[in-house]
Nanobody
Framework: QVQLVESGGGLVQPGGSLRLSCAAS????????MGWYRQAPGKQRELVAA???????NYADSVKGRFTISRDNAKNTWYLQMNSLKPEDTAVYYC??????????????WGQGTQITVSS
């Protein structure tokens, strides 16, 4: 069974930085796409950043120039470096991945979510 485990959330002051990590474990053939989403209270879940199977990395307009998504293939882990954080970045952040199983079927997985609170 594939699992995604997130780490790195917490409370930070405006202008501060945090780095989230998401590690995939279990039996898998490959990780084809990965990303980060967030959901603020009363709002829909939205894409923050994604590394697609093909093409360029995508960022939400609201985080461009402040957030960076990266990956470490050897560790089946990807990261979200968040700089210049703003109160409006406060949300539960979820990692997401499309993973090809040993049966060659692609499935979408979600992390458990981690709270980011930006406040003074």
């Amino acid at each position: 069974q594939v699992q995604l485990v997130e780490s790195g959330g917490g409370l930070v002051q405006p202008g501060g930085s945090l780095r989230l990590s998401c590690a995939a474990s279990g039996s898998m053939f490959s990780i084809n796409a990965m990303g980060w989403y967030r959901q603020a209270p009363g709002k829909q879940r939205e894409l923050v950043a994604a590394i697609p199977s093909y093409g360029r990395i995508n960022y939400a307009d609201s985080v461009k120039g402040r957030f960076t998504i990266s990956r470490d293939n050897a560790k089946n882990t990807w990261y979200l470096q968040m700089n210049s954080l703003k109160p409006e970045d406060t949300a539960v952040y979820y990692c997401n991945a499309v993973i090809r199983g040993l049966d060659y079927a692609d499935r979408t997985y979600w992390g458990q979510g981690t709270q980011i609170t930006v406040s003074s």
